[in-house]
């Protein structure tokens, strides 16, 4: 059988990393003014903080279009048998269900497995890029799925955002809050229980709350639980860079890669947010 793995924009796999993979994407959207920039293909993610600064009203959000995902599939039809669709939190996003929809409106032309990761950014991407290594070596779409589910719960990811402003314009902190915490200089670090976006933590200043993500990392290196390290970054790449250099300093033997917040995720965490997620041993 001969198996294709997709994904949605949000998972930020660098372009060349996808093609290497023969990694396929649908695309999300922001919409700006009313003028919708489909994120990687109309927007880049430095096109999009640049815009951010620009506009006085937070650009909005959308899946996916219908149409998209059945033309895309339509497409792999053609050389495939069955596709692993992996997506963005079910939670924060319709583009799952949208997949599955369509899967089954396909089932004839091709068979979709989707897979909800509860995730997103480059943890997401993690699972399509393990998701293709598996297909490379035939393994099957079930026991593809099998190791990505396991392996989703074991992914641990934490963010920290520089700036509540972005979170209270979305809707997620009251003006209260959005204003005693910038006061107060907290950096919430924030991470996914159960597909959805919580906060983990609220820390007094950036470079604690980066000290204690890396406390919980340096715990499960101890533990030999870390396979990879991501560094991701809201258009603060040098600062990615900075983290990656301390932790591969101290554990050369980790491989580490950096990540970026695009335009949808960024939408809501803002510029110069900054996560750390590290890839278990299973």
Known sequence: ??????TDSTAYIPSELREQHHIHMVPLSVVFDDVSYREEIDLTTEEFYQKMKESDELPTTSQPAVGDIVAKL?????DYDAVISIHLSARISGTHQAVESVGEMMKDDIKVYALDSELSALPQGLLALSAAEMAKQDYTPEEIMEHLTEMKDRIRAYFMVDDLTNL????RLSNAQA???????????????????????KIR????????????????????????????HGNDEQAALDLKEQIAKKHPDIESMIGYFGPVIGTHLGEKSLGISWYPKL
């Open 168 to 171: 209270h314009r979305g809707g």
């Open 74 to 78: 339509e497409e792999l039809a053609n």
């Open 205 to 232: 200043t950036r470079k604690k709350a980066i000290l204690r993500i890396q406390e919980m990392l340096e715990e499960d290196i101890k533990k030999d639980k870390v396979a990879k390290i991501v560094f991701i």
């Open 179 to 201: 204003l005693i915490g910038s006061l107060l200089q907290i950096k919430p670090i924030l991470h996914f229980v159960d597909g959805v976006i919580v906060p983990f933590e």
């Open 1 to 6: 059988m001969k198996i294709a793995v997709m």
